[in-house]
């Protein structure tokens, strides 16, 4: 199975910041990898697949990137309605494991 | 737009069978480009992908279940199941129907609103 770590597992920052977590395959998954945000109480919500495929409606100052074994997931500028939860998955062989997880809360 | 909606009973008992179903609108079950998924998150923890039921009905589980993961698809209800067998507190979570389309499977593009199952005596 493939072990999917996240760092860090929190971040405090401020509105307007540029920020930037990571996530690490324990092998090559090529782009075969998603980003998740999830608000308290709330379903998560796919932000970004194949590592750096905006989906619609996502803001443009989110951003990924990376291949292989090593990912990053950019907010250029952070907004209030930011605050949450970030999670990495990879589908590029099942199980489609997840990271951690990553809370963002506010400085 | 696909809407996904879970039901079942909010508390089993330790030992028993946990059943959910997931109701699909705005797009049939039996469609080629979807996939069907069920993922579980314990309160207060990450995301664990359980497994996934495909339109033809093969079927793909997380080895670390042991095989007590039977996921099945209704395609006359336009539903799909899931039922865990021999529970204990440890499998007490909210559990999510998704879904996801195209040609990467394990890609979530859709999700139910979650329901949470506590398992207690």
């Known amino acids: 199975d493939i072990q999917m770590t996240q760092s860090p597992s929190s971040l405090s920052a401020s509105v307007g910041d540029r920020v930037t977590i990571t996530c690490r395959a324990s092998q090559s998954i090529s782009i075969y990898l998603n980003w998740y945000q999830q608000k308290p109480g709330k379903a998560p919500k796919l932000l970004v697949s194949?590592?750096?495929s905006l989906q619609s409606g996502v803001p443009s100052r989110f951003s990924g990137s990376g291949s292989g074994t090593d990912f990053t997931l950019t907010i250029s500028s952070l907004q209030p309605e930011d605050f949450a939860t970030y999670y990495c998955q990879q589908s590029y062989s099942a199980p489609y494991s997840f990271g951690q997880g990553t809370k963002l809360e506010i400085k | 737009q696909l809407q996904l909606q879970e039901s079942g009973p909010g508390l089993v008992e330790p030992s028993q069978t946990l059943s959910l179903t997931c109701t699909v609108s705005g797009g049939s079950i039996d469609g080629s480009s979807y996939y069907w998924d069920w993922i579980r998150q314990p309160p207060g923890k990450g995301l664990e992908w359980m497994g996934s039921v495909y339109h033809s009905g093969t079927t793909n589980d997380n080895p670390s279940l042991k095989s007590r993961v039977t996921i099945s698809v209704d395609t006359s209800r336009n539903q799909f199941s899931l039922k865990v067998s021999s529970v204990t507190a440890a499998d007490t979570a909210v559990y999510y129907c998704?879904?996801?389309?195209?040609?990467?499977?394990?890609?979530?593009?859709?999700w139910g609103q979650g329901t949470l199952v506590t398992v207690s005596s």
């Open positions: 998704a879904s996801g389309h195209g040609g990467n499977p394990g890609t979530v593009h859709y």
């Open positions: 194949a590592a750096a």
